[in-house]
Structures are given as structure tokens and as C-alpha cells.
Nanobody, 123 residues
Framework: QVQLVESGGRSVQAGGSLKLSCAASGRTFSSYAMGWFRQAPGKEREFVAVISGSGRITDYADSVRGRFTISRDNAKNTVYLQMNSLKPEDTAVYYC????????????????WGQGTQVTVSS
């Protein structure tokens, strides 16, 4: 069992930056690919970014590529999402998730989810 707790969400103005953190329980953190997803009001949850267990492989949604950076510190059991040049359309609840298989964009491949953290970007 893995428990995930996101933090770092808050309100920020467009053009600003935020860094989200996701702390994981357990001793096998490095064996999980970790993903970030988001859900805006009235919309389905969507993929944002993923990082492999080793950290060598990353993937991003086109909408955030070049602005967001996913990283992880396996010694601290934590994955991060650095968000720069934020836009109002980035407003959403951001979730981190853990996959026991491969680094993937597919929600169904994720086994554990956090409770989410709210990011609000005002224009």
C-alpha cells in the first residue's frame, strides 16, 4: 500500500510559478512511476506529466511541455511538479499517482492516488 499526499497548491497570478510536492509512504518508492494529473471544474481529469522510477524517463502533455518540469527525489520519497509561466487554464485540482508498471499517460495504469491540491491561476 502506498499513500500519497500532495502539497503546494495555492492561488497565483498568471505568469507566476508554483512547485507542487507529493510525498509517498512506503519503502519501494523508486519502483513506482509517478504521474501528475489535473482536473478542472466541469472537465475530465487529464494527464500532465510522468516520471519513471529511476527518473531517467519523463513525458509531458503538450499543453504544459516547456513550462512544467517533473522530478523526483527517491531518498525523500517525493515527486515534484515545477510549474512556470502559469496560465488561467492551468487552474485545476492537481493529483499525483503511482504506477507499479511503466511510466504512462493512462489513468487506468495507476494504482494509488493522492487527494489532490488546488491550483488557481488568476488573470
Amino acid at each position: 500500500q502506498v499513500q500519497l499526499v500532495e502539497s503546494g497548491g495555492r492561488s497565483v497570478q498568471a505568469g507566476g510559478s508554483l512547485k507542487l510536492s507529493c510525498a509517498a509512504s512506503g519503502r519501494t518508492f523508486s519502483s513506482y512511476a509517478m504521474g501528475w494529473f489535473r482536473q478542472a471544474p466541469g472537465k475530465e481529469r487529464e494527464f500532465v506529466a510522468v516520471i519513471s522510477g529511476s527518473g531517467r524517463i519523463t513525458d509531458y502533455a503538450d499543453s504544459v511541455r516547456g513550462r512544467f518540469t517533473i522530478s523526483r527525489d527517491n531518498a525523500k520519497n517525493t515527486v515534484y511538479l515545477q510549474m512556470n509561466s502559469l496560465k488561467p487554464e492551468d487552474t485545476a485540482v492537481y493529483y499525483c499517482a503511482a504506477s507499479r508498471t511503466i511510466a504512462t499517460r493512462l489513468e487506468v495504469r495507476y494504482d494509488y492516488w493522492g487527494q489532490g491540491t488546488q491550483v488557481t491561476v488568476s488573470s
